[in-house]
């Protein structure tokens, strides 16, 4: 049986209070009439996989007619890419013709850096074109810190019958090319580029929640914020000019009221979380930006007693791992399992030390804590090929969750735009330990299901069986077992039968004293560079 509990003093141990977010100039918190920094009542579908989130995308999008809205945020877009198998389902196709159908779109897209420099300046600029030619309105939006980008990865769907089918995607995954993947990890036919060591079409581990109920209007609030933003989309002269030749709109056009937000939708409480670099002319919503995300965690990770789970691309920054490590340090029970890439995306002479140093600071620090508490893991396909682990995922204790697009780095953390939503369902699980903490708080159902979830799949589980990784001592032995089983089948030459299970130990990178030289600084301010304001930064706080 699973016992649900009233909405109450558990989100206020686990969720910020509006004065705990730390910035007081946005209305994102105060247009709750409870005065609650977070919605109750909602919906919340973990869609793992880019095939996954896109054939879903696909069907929202193609349900959407004359007077519904789409608005979305992107790190990259390509319009080419494929949503689904059948004709005229690219990005860009699939957009137009929602514009073309009377469907109000309005998207803000990161104006890249150089596609020379591995970005997507020409992609983002090109999808624009395609669909503002449709009457949509998409706009290349560079206000940032200096080096920095909008990371945030957003989609929010409004119908304008009011039928109660409104829906928000947020976490790790782009429009783009190479995130098609699906369960088997074979990688996306339309790939781009990265190290050779992931094969001609890379292998794409990522996250995207399906949201449905009150927090779409959160998310709705946190895209009109952005665009409502008075400041110039860019100010380099270089992107002016493309601008100018190009005849790209350079000025948001006002949006229509927005609409009330959606009914109740079922029992999973949901926070928007946002990260905004402190910059010069900084946001009206966040003048001194807002680092609601790094808070969150702060938050969440002094009630972890017993399990962190994370997946994540980069897991980095000595000041990131601050609070797991006085986690770790404080509870003798706890345990962190980390899941991330075998390798990075880059593999060039000037990339890859960089992030190697960020990767063995984080790792040095948790290890010194932790012991062998803390195990760090990668995942491979079933042909052996390393699968690119893009997901930005972390339960604790199978209570608290957080599905975004910010990666464990100080640039997520405190310099570029990012968002993130952390959940707490009012359903306790009730399969044993039903209080794996200690603390009262229960087992939840959707943080259960999420780990269960992801943990079958790097396990090689099928539906269900996963009884053995529902304590989390017990899990932890389990997942080592399984990890280890795999190694020592390589280290014997890939003799006999391949163990079950994709995930192996992940190796340790020791760089030499002259790379630590020139590399560490260089990964410091151009990398992982520190987006807080000096007070914050000499303070050590967030």
Known sequence: MRQEEPAGGALESWFLTAPERGNEFTELDRRHASGAAWTTGNSVETLVHGATYFRRLLKEIGELGAGDQMFFTDWRSDPDQRLGDGPDTEVGAVISAAARRGVSVKALLWRSHSDRLGFSAKENRHLGKVVNAAGGEILLDQRVRLGGSHHQKLVVIRHGGGTGSDVAFVGGIDLCHSRRDDAQHLGDSQSQTMAPLYGATPPWHDVQVAIQGPAVGDLEFTFRERWADPSPLSRDPVGVLHDVIGRSDRKAS?????????????????????????????????????????????????????????????LWSKDVMRPFVDALISNPQLHLIAVVPRYFDQAGAMTLPPNQIGREQAVQALLEAGGDRVAIFDVEDVLGVPVYVHAKVCVIDDVWTSVGSDNFNRRSWSHDSEIACAVLDEVRDSREPVDPAG???????????????????????AEGDDRDLLDPARAVETFHAS???????????????????????HPRIKPSRMT?????????IVYDPDGRPPAFRKAGTW
């Open 254 to 314: 006002t949006l229509p009221p927005m609409a009330s937000d959606p009914p109740a939708r079922g029992t999973h409480s949901v926070q928007v979380l946002r990260t905004y670099g402190s910059r010069p002319r900084g946001y009206p919503f966040a003048p001194h930006g807002e680092r609601s995300i790094a808070r969150a965690y702060l938050k969440a990770l002094r009630r972890a007693r017993r399990l962190i789970y994370i997946e994540d691309q980069f």
């Open 439 to 461: 603390l009262g708080d229960g087992a939840r159902t959707y943080a259960r299901d999420l780990r269960l979830q992801l943990w079958r799949e790097h396990l090689g589980r």
């Open 483 to 505: 990890a280890d089983a795999l190694e020592r089948w390589h280290s014997g030459g890939d003799r006999g039968e391949r163990p079950a299970g994709r995930v192996r130990p």
């Open 516 to 524: 630590r030289l020139w590399a560490e600084p260089f990964y410091r």
